[in-house]
Nanobody, 127 residues
């Protein structure tokens, strides 16, 4: 059963902004969302999936990939079972499918640590 659903992707010009949303849709994450650290990853065509950002379950800590630090902001609303990725100053190299993921054990930049994944949302940045 799908546990996470991303939305908000689209086509934007370089320098523009997008806000991605991720909703906990399955019964496990809807009921225990605040027990999970949440992350965003992305996969560009022909490349491996890479870490973008992660936020702790209590909203106290966030980490970013060097390539997005200062441009992207991850946030969450545990009352709504939602996590967000605000993306500003977008570059063509930010073009990718963006995935939301949930991690129960401890906050991590490592893809393999994540227990649940969404289906992804396409972000395309034109030059």
């Amino acid at each position: 059963q799908v546990q996470l659903v991303e939305s908000g992707g689209g086509l934007v010009q370089a320098g523009g902004s997008l806000r991605l949303s991720c909703a906990a849709s399955g019964p496990i994450l809807r009921n225990y969302f605040s027990n999970y650290d949440m992350g965003w990853f992305r996969q560009a065509p022909g490349k491996q999936r890479e870490f973008v950002a992660t936020i702790s379950r209590n909203n106290s800590v966030a980490y970013y990939a060097a390539s997005v630090k200062g441009r992207f902001t991850i946030s969450r609303d545990n009352a709504k079972n939602m996590v967000y990725l605000e993306m500003n100053s977008l570059h063509p190299e930010d073009t990718a499918v963006y995935y939301c993921a949930a991690n129960q054990l401890y906050i991590s930049r490592t893809e393999g640590r994540y227990d649940y994944w969404g289906q992804g949302t396409q972000v395309t940045v034109s030059s």
